[in-house]
Nanobody, 118 residues
Framework: QVQLVESGGGLVQAGGSLRLSCAASESIFSFNAMGWYRQVPGKQRELVASITSGGSRNYADSVRGRFTISRDNAKNTVYLQMNSLKPEDTAVYYC????????????WGQGTQVTVSS
């Protein structure tokens, strides 16, 4: 089971930007898709962005136009560029390998905390 390590979170003011990174323990080349999720206390983890092996991207309505997901297969790394951040983006962000069934193929990491102040 692939292991994932997220980094790049922090405290930022509303309107600011952050770039998250996710390093995988094995090659991500063979994965059909990679995704970024986020979770706030008391709520379910939600998928906010995904990218297929062919480069097709999908975003949750709440982040479309502000977040950009990318992947570097040579570095086994997935990125999430977050611009125009809002307080409601505050959450712990995780990456994983989404399956069509709605489950994930990787082991959940510790995540990286993103806090957006108003």
């Amino acid at each position: 089971q692939v292991q994932l390590v997220e980094s790049g979170g922090g405290l930022v003011q509303a309107g600011g930007s952050l770039r998250l990174s996710c390093a995988a323990s094995e090659s991500i080349f063979s994965f059909n898709a990679m995704g970024w999720y986020r979770q706030v206390p008391g709520k379910q983890r939600e998928l906010v962005a995904s990218i297929t092996s062919g480069g097709s991207r999908n975003y949750a309505d709440s982040v479309r136009g502000r977040f950009t997901i990318s992947r570097d297969n040579a570095k086994n790394t997935v990125y999430l560029q977050m611009n125009s951040l809002k307080p409601e983006d505050t959450a712990v962000y995780y990456c994983n390998v989404p399956r069509l069934t709605g489950t994930v193929a990787g082991k959940w990491g510790q995540g990286t905390q993103v806090t957006v102040s108003s």
